[in-house]
Nanobody, 125 residues
Framework: QVQLAESGGGLVQAGGSLRLSCAASGQTFGRYAMGWFRQAPGKEREFVAA????????YYADFVKGRFTISKDNAKSTVYLQMNSLAPEDTAVYYCAATEPPYSDPPLPKEFDFWGQGTQVTVSS
């Protein structure tokens, strides 16, 4: 089991940047692949990015490629999402998620078993 807590959300103007953090509890964080998902009002939750257990491979939704970067620090039991060039359509609650092995490469959304409470990101135009 792992518990996840997101932070770093907030209000930013279009074109700005935010860095989300997700701190994990538990001693086996290094085994988990991690992901970020988001859910906008009235929409289904969607995949944003994922990173492999050692941080060596990362995967992105097409709509964030070149703007967002996911990274994993196993020593700090934390995963990050650096978000640049934010646009109003990026407004959503962002969730951190974890999946323990075995998982696919890249991990499938249905494989993520553990979820944080989410952090609100609001981008104003």
């Amino acid at each position: 089991q792992v518990q996840l807590a997101e932070s770093g959300g907030g209000l930013v103007q279009a074109g700005g940047s935010l860095r989300l953090s997700c701190a994990a509890s538990g001693q086996t964080f290094g085994r988990y692949a991690m992901g970020w998902f988001r859910q906008a009002p009235g929409k289904e939750r969607e995949f944003v990015a994922a990173v492999s257990w050692n941080g060596g491979r990362s995967y992105y939704a097409d709509f964030v490629k070149g703007r967002f970067t996911i990274s994993k620090d196993n020593a700090k039991s934390t995963v990050y999402l650096q978000m640049n060039s934010l646009a109003p359509e990026d407004t959503a609650v962002y969730y951190c998620a974890a999946t323990e092995p075995p998982y696919s490469d890249p991990p499938l959304p249905k494989e993520f078993d553990f979820w944080g409470q989410g952090t609100q990101v609001t981008v104003s135009s």
